[in-house]
């Protein structure tokens, strides 16, 4: 793991020097490919201070002005039939999680571009007005407290983050249920009202019914699932999951007032049984990150995702995606 860091560290280095001596168009040049692009959150900054989610509203304009005269942009529907252009690269574009800054920031974008779009929406908006990982991050970040206990474990600050061992509680709230995760509301629940009074909306707010409706009747965009809280489908019971999987499509069909056939795996993680679930009440289109194995890149309902990374150069970026891998 330690040497595949370094290299590639190497890769970014040799990369920036081509790039700098006038090597980008030879870097850059279009070739075929299929991807289907993950964003998260937009802010005006693209700040990364608090986790990998967030580009900036100018990076993400344009990033979608760049592919869209150079690649070809087509809807998850056409990815689906595939309705490929040969000799290019060609792109379907999604967002996670259901945040309000893809509402405020992106679709203005997209509707500007004639950009086609699907919003993977987390339906816990009724329950909680923000997802356990933004409120994680947060409180990690801005919280005076050196160490709490979780879960029968010790948890001490360390750059902004709380860590039992090599442990993180981030981690530790991957593989737990949600009533588990409750309990972490309960320790940090001084720092998030503090941090609710602050300007940090764009980092925690999710969209509203109102919002969520509105995408879902504008002929560019589809709305799918994307569970109930947010938690780790493969790391809890199989039943909270197919729990987490229906309820997320019946509120979201109640919302849109339409059949939600497309649903994107919390943190890309899915099992064969859980697939077969999500196929068995009316999901179409499964959104993964990474296959499990080369056996499932058969299976006609799943794709995997190409997860942009805030930390490297546009250039970079772009010949990643040529590339199709990091």
């Known amino acids: 793991m330690l040497w595949l860091k370094i290299k590639y560290r190497i890769q970014l280095l040799f990369q920036t020097i081509l790039f700098k001596i006038g090597f980008s168009k030879f870097l850059l040049r279009n070739r075929y490919g299929e991807r289907i692009v993950v964003f998260h959150g937009i802010d005006k900054k693209g700040e990364t201070k608090y986790n990998s989610r967030f580009i900036s509203e100018e990076y993400f304009e344009h990033f979608i002005s760049y592919v869209t005269k150079n690649y070809n942009i087509i809807s998850l529907d056409d990815f689906y039939a595939k309705k490929f252009k040969k000799n290019t690269l060609n792109i379907a574009i999604t967002f996670d999680d259901g945040y309000a800054n893809n509402y405020n920031y992106a679709i203005p974008i997209l509707k500007k571009h004639n950009v086609p779009a699907s919003f993977y929406i987390t339906t816990i908006k009724n329950q909680s007005s923000f997802l356990w990982a933004d409120f994680v991050d947060l409180v990690s970040f801005y919280s005076d407290k050196k160490v709490i206990t979780f879960n029968g474990k010790e948890f001490v ?66 709305i799918g699932a994307h569970g109930f809280t947010h938690a780790n489908l493969v790391a809890i019971s199989t039943n909270e ?8 499509k019946n509120e979201l069909e109640k919302i849109c007032n339409s059949h939600i056939t497309e649903f994107a795996f919390p943190f890309g993680h899915y099992s064969d049984e859980l697939v077969e679930y999500c196929r068995k009440i009316g999901y179409s289109k499964i959104l993964l990150v990474d296959y499990n194995n080369n056996e499932d890149k058969k299976n006609e309902l799943l794709k995997n995702r190409f997860v942009i990374n805030p930390y490297i150069s546009f250039e970079q970026q772009l010949y990643f995606l040529l590339r199709g891998k990091y």
């Not at 983050?161 to 409750?182: A, C, R």
């Not at 999951?241 to 997320?248: A, D, G």
Request: aromatic residues 14%; charged residues 30%.
């Open 241 to 248: 999951s197919k729990q987490e999987i229906s309820h997320s």
């Open 157 to 222: 600050k360390k750059k902004n983050e709380f860590y039992s061992g090599n442990n993180s509680l981030k981690s530790e709230l991957k593989n737990v249920s949600f009533d588990k995760i409750q309990q972490v509301y309960e320790i940090f629940i001084d720092d998030w009202q503090k941090i609710k009074q602050q300007n940090f909306g764009d980092y925690w707010q999710l969209m509203t019914e109102k919002e969520i409706e509105e995408i879902a009747k504008h002929p560019l965009f589809t």
